[in-house]
T-cell receptor, first 113, second 114 residues
Framework: DTAVSQTPKYLVTQMGNDKSIKCEQN?????MYWYKQDSKKFLKIMFS???????INETVPNRFSPKSPDKAHLNLHINSLELGDSAVYFCASSQGFDRPSQHFGDGTRLSIL | AQSVTQPDIHITVSEGASLELRCNYS??????LFWYVQSPGQGLQLLLK??????LVQGIKGFEAEFKRSQSSFNLRKPSVHWSDAAEYFC????????????FGTGTRLQVFP
């Protein structure tokens, strides 16, 4: 049983399109995250949600809009995709402040043509 | 502001040799410290973590790490490397007041020769 699952695993699309990445965790965690890993493998947090409430928004362009319908899901919608959005996007979850170990999904590789 | 430095971008070792991956952090108080491993095409897997207490922590896959406050370091070690250990290794630091946010180092790529 996959703990943190993301779909799709690969996403190839053209500049200007709108796309979504879905994330689900079955660990019962309260907090979920989105990270971006660039071509040099650098990982940077984008957002975190705790119980469906936005906690962290790391100066990400407003073309990126996370949505958390419930605490087990955190989806990422991206409008007007740009070449610089090409990266691997990772979803993660944790129990929260008192148990901060984060569990990661396998990533979604987004390629913009 | 917190920061994490992994000085070695790429390390190559022979199978069976010992390994030490370096990690230095910058933070005013005692941080939460983590090591993650990323195999090609995979997500990050937690190897071990340090929150408090014993400064030598044991993790999965035979890895251990030692927190040294005086050196602001949290180096990862393994006495005998296996070919399957070839991967990218990331050190991360979380602030104790807001552990939602992890700051990652730039990673060290480990290559293992038979």
């Amino acid at each position: 049983d996959t703990a943190v699952s993301q779909t799709p695993k690969y996403l190839v699309t053209q500049m200007g399109n709108d796309k979504s990445i879905k994330c689900e965790q079955n660990l019962g965690h309260d907090t979920m995250y989105w990270y971006k890993q660039d071509s040099k493998k650098f990982l940077k947090i984008m957002f975190s949600y705790n119980n469906k409430e936005l906690i962290i928004n790391e100066t990400v362009p407003n073309r990126f809009s996370p949505k958390s319908p419930d605490k087990a899901h955190l989806n990422l919608h991206i409008n007007s995709l740009e070449l610089g959005d090409s990266a691997v996007y990772f979803c993660a979850s944790s129990q929260g402040f008192d148990r901060p170990s984060q569990h990661f999904g396998d990533g979604t590789r987004l390629s913009i043509l | 502001a917190q920061s994490v430095t992994q000085p070695d971008i790429h390390i190559t070792v022979s199978e069976g040799a010992s390994l030490e991956l370096r990690c230095n952090y910058s933070y005013g108080a005692t941080p939460y410290l983590f090591w993650y491993v990323q195999s090609p095409g995979q997500g990050l897997q937690l190897l071990l973590k340090y929150f408090s207490g014993d400064t030598l922590v044991q993790g999965i896959k035979g890895f251990e790490a030692e927190f040294k406050r005086s050196q602001s370091s949290f180096n990862l070690r393994k006495p005998s490397v296996h070919w399957s250990d070839a991967a990218e290794y990331f050190c991360a630091v979380g602030a104790t007041y807001n552990t939602d946010k992890l700051i990652f180092g730039t990673g060290t790529r480990l290559q293992v020769f038979p």
